[in-house]
């Protein structure tokens, strides 16, 4: 234990090994941390602007639902009004072509009948005039008689 | 373990002794083979096991920061690095606690302290034989294994930090600022002639003061390494010789050496750890005051 050169030796030792950590290694190794403490810091910001945005646009989100919901009852709303007016609109065309087709039939049965009492008329006056032919027994001059079986025929 | 050809005065000689390189008596150079021949070396001499020592353990310090300060990255830390950056992280905490001024120099300063003291201390918890037994069968005359047992070493950095004192100091509050701190303080009088007669006793007081704090800083330190190196050697005496005699209770006592090595050396790390930070903190608290203006 005693003093001697190593002293000397030890403190220039020292020295180079504080040189060299005061140059490699502490600047390196700080810059390192609070590189990273701003990246933490930066991130954490970056996650709280994230969570910021989120709500801003879930908000406008529910918002557009709103709106769109509005809309889709307006849509069915007059697609429903719609509807029903095309409905009447094709109750009312049914309607009139019904009364149409009925009209026609009955002028159609009209005219059926007509031509049946027509028809019935002049067989009812042939048959009369045969019947008075026979009742007579004797050839009645049918253009003689025609003017009495033509009124006849019209009081049928 | 003391073997038949020591006795326990020779035993601890040699375990107190440094492997000495230096003039030897016959005028040529080389290692001395006893105590006597390491003090007849005087000044000019070298204690070659404590430089080797505290050059391994700071080249392996340096060598294992320097890599993770190379491999810094900024993603999450993987093992060392995370080691390395709780270090810096609790030397940094340490010097922006006590530290008020701002320099660079302070932080790597008190890193370096911290480390390689530690480490110097931790020598110590090498089993005490190992090495020294390793150093005979090389044929090394000696071999101190605990480079902070040596006041060399811990003299060595007392004074480097001393010399940062001296100069920030100066660099601080200038020549005239110094001298006047070290002159007008703690007495001080609105009489100039009064204040004339002061002087001498301030500068006693503080020069005192001054001298006082390298010497401190180091014999601290060594007096806790040496003590704590003194009572390994004399467990290891008592464990060896009880073993040596082979007496009826021999293993018992031997079992006792490793109980209380274990005892001593669990207690030891605490105290190679107190007196490392001891160390940084009080450079730190010096350096500090070498920056105040008044105190």
């Known amino acids: 234990m005693n003093i001697n050169a190593t002293l000397i030796a030890q403190t220039i030792m020292f020295i180079l090994f504080v040189w060299f950590c005061m140059k490699f290694v502490w600047p390196p190794i700080m810059q390192a941390l609070s590189d990273r403490k701003k990246q933490i810091a930066d991130g954490l910001a970056a996650g709280e602007r994230g969570k910021q945005e989120l709500e801003l646009a879930s908000k406008s989100a529910a918002d557009e639902m709103l709106t769109a919901k509005q809309k889709a009852a307006e849509i069915i709303t007059q697609a429903e009004k719609r509807s029903s007016q095309v409905v009447e609109e094709a109750k009312g065309l049914a309607k009139e072509e019904g009364d149409r087709i009925v009209s026609m039939a009955k002028a159609e049965v009209e005219q059926e009948v007509v031509r049946a009492r027509e028809m019935l008329r002049q067989n009812v006056a042939d048959l009369a005039v045969a019947g008075a032919a026979k009742i007579l027994d004797r050839e009645v001059d049918a253009k003689a008689h025609a003017e009495l079986l033509k009124n006849i025929k019209a009081e049928l | ?295």
Do not use: C
Not at chain 2, 185 to 210: R, W, Y
Not at chain 2, 230 to 254: D, E, K, T, Y
């Open chain 2, 1 to 295: 373990m003391a073997s038949e050809t020591h006795t326990s005065t020779e035993y601890i000689k040699h375990h107190l002794q440094n492997l000495t390189f230096g003039e030897l008596p016959d005028g040529s150079l080389g290692l001395a083979q006893t105590p006597e021949q390491a003090k007849a070396m005087g000044f000019w001499a070298i204690n070659v096991d404590t430089i080797a020592v505290s050059f391994i353990l700071g080249a392996i310090f340096l060598y294992l920061f320097a890599k993770v300060a190379k491999s810094a990255t900024l993603s999450v830390p993987a093992g060392g690095q995370n080691f390395v950056e709780m270090i810096i992280e609790f030397i940094d905490d340490s010097v922006r606690g006590s530290f008020t001024g701002r320099n660079p120099l302070v932080a790597p300063l008190a890193l370096t302290i911290f480390i390689w003291i530690f480490l110097m201390n931790l020598m110590d918890l090498v089993p005490i034989d190992y090495l020294p037994g390793l150093a005979t069968v090389l044929g090394l005359p000696f071999l101190k294994v605990v480079p902070t047992t040596d006041p060399n070493a811990t003299f060595g950095m007392s004074i480097a930090v001393f010399v940062l004192v001296i100069y920030y100091s100066i660099k601080v509050k200038g020549a005239a600022g110094f001298a006047g701190e070290l002159a007008l303080q703690p007495f001080s009088s609105a009489n100039p002639v009064i204040k004339g007669i002061f002087i001498p006793i301030n500068l006693f007081l503080e020069g005192v003061n001054l001298i006082a704090k390298p010497i401190s800083l180091s014999l601290r330190l060594f007096g806790n390494m040496y003590a704590g190196e003194m009572i390994f050697i004399l467990l290891a005496i008592m464990g060896g010789s009880f073993a040596a005699a082979n007496m009826g209770g021999s293993s018992v006592l031997f079992g006792t050496q490793i109980l209380l090595s274990l005892a001593w050396a669990i207690f030891h790390i605490l105290i190679i750890t107190l007196q490392a930070f001891i160390f940084m903190t009080l450079t730190i608290v010096y350096l500090d005051m070498a920056h105040q203006e008044h105190h």
